[in-house]
């Protein structure tokens, strides 16, 4: 059986973001001949760079947990499992832990 439409596509979107992210190092560590001086072209490249990443509209990555049932992996926000539809208990972001 194939997976469901939204995990593919997050699958998708996972690999774009990795791949934009491995770029975006390769960018930062150009180096050009001779110290201090840059390639000609590489403001272009960045901005072309930027145009790409822009039009690509990437949404954040989603923040997950496991169900604590059956331990598959969903939306951190999500009420009930999406595989063994057992109700979640209320969760909270890491981000939000640090503010309390």
Do not use: N
């Not at 998708?12 to 840059?38: F, Y």
């Not at 954040?60 to 496991?66: D, G, N, S, V």
């Not at 604590?68 to 939306?75: K, T």
């Amino acid at each position: 059986m194939s997976q469901p439409y939204f995990e593919l596509r997050d699958l998708h979107t996972s690999k774009v973001r990795a791949i934009c992210a491995e770029i975006d190092d390769a960018l930062d560590q150009l180096h050009a001949p001779t110290a201090g001086s840059r390639f000609e072209g590489e403001d272009v490249l960045r901005a072309q760079w930027l145009k790409l990443i822009t039009l690509l509209d990437l949404p954040p990555t989603p923040a997950l947990r496991a169900c604590p049932h059956c331990e598959r992996v969903g939306m951190l926000e999500a009420t009930r499992c999406h595989h063994c539809w057992a109700e979640l208990p209320i969760a909270v972001a890491a981000d939000e832990l640090a503010t309390i």
